[in-house]
Antibody, heavy 122, light 108 residues
Framework: EVQLVESGGGLVQPGGSLRLSCAASGFTFSGYDMNWVRQAPGKGLEWVSFISSTGRTTYYTESVKGRFIISRDNAKNSLFLQMNSLRVEDTAVYYC???????????????WGQGTVVTVSS | DIQLTQSPSFLSASVGESVTITCRASQGINNYLAWYQQKPGKAPKLLVYGASTLQSGVPSRFSGTGSGTEFTLTITSLQPEDFATYFCQQVNSYPPFTFGPGTTVDIK
């Protein structure tokens, strides 16, 4: 059974840092691209960041470029999101999500974790 | 960046009814469109990818159609467990992987 379990969320002051983790199990983690997606309270889904299966390729949404860093440890089946210079508007539930890919093209995000809550407030 | 709009934003329906949600892209995305269902306090669940391919385990009352810029998700014979918010997502041109704003299906 595919499982994704996020951790590391919490309350942090503006300008602070947090490191989110996502522990993967039930599939060959090193074979899949991964993503972080967030959802602010009462709002829709916002894709945050992507990392390829090898970790060589990363993408970010414009609002987090230069502040967030996505990484992975395939030996430990883990995905990370280092969040620096946090802003009030980064407050959200953060989900890790596996990319289902065919023909070298992502088709969808087929499995999601339960999410971890990040609150940025003074 | 590609923008997605969904209509309606909210719809009220009864158990047994059929409903259709539309997702429009600001430019052509071929058939690289996915649909997700999200219930309150839960993670999104993939329903459809490739505009019309049902994810394994998803009931056949869900169906997706479309290509290019206009897509639809239809739920025939709504069941109580189908009352939720539905999001479309384009994966044709990235980054970013854009989501639509969502459509909430509520019980009439």
């Amino acid at each position: 059974e595919v499982q994704l379990v996020e951790s590391g969320g919490g309350l942090v002051q503006p300008g602070g840092s947090l490191r989110l983790s996502c522990a993967a199990s039930g599939f060959t983690f090193s074979g899949y691209d991964m993503n972080w997606v967030r959802q602010a309270p009462g709002k829709g889904l916002e894709w945050v960041s992507f990392i390829s299966s090898t970790g060589r390729t990363t993408y970010y949404t414009e609002s987090v470029k230069g502040r967030f860093i996505i990484s992975r440890d395939n030996a430990k089946n883990s995905l990370f999101l280092q969040m620096n210079s946090l802003r009030v508007e980064d407050t959200a539930v953060y989900y890790c999500a596996r990319a289902y890919t065919s023909n070298w093209q992502p088709d969808a995000f087929d499995f999601w974790g339960q999410g971890t809550v990040v609150t940025v407030s003074s | 960046d590609i923008q997605l709009t969904q209509s309606p934003s909210f719809l009220s329906a009864s158990v047994g009814e059929s409903v259709t949600i539309t997702c429009r892209a600001s430019q052509g995305i071929n058939n690289y469109l996915a649909w997700y269902q999200q219930k309150p306090g839960k993670a999104p669940k993939l329903l459809v990818y490739g505009a019309s391919t049902l994810q394994s385990g998803v009931p056949s009352r869900f169906s997706g159609t479309g290509s290019g810029t206009e897509f639809t998700l239809t739920i025939t014979s709504l069941q109580p467990e189908d009352f939720a918010t539905y999001f479309c997502q384009q994966v044709n041109s990235y980054p970013p992987f854009t989501f639509g704003p969502g459509t909430t299906v509520d019980i009439k």
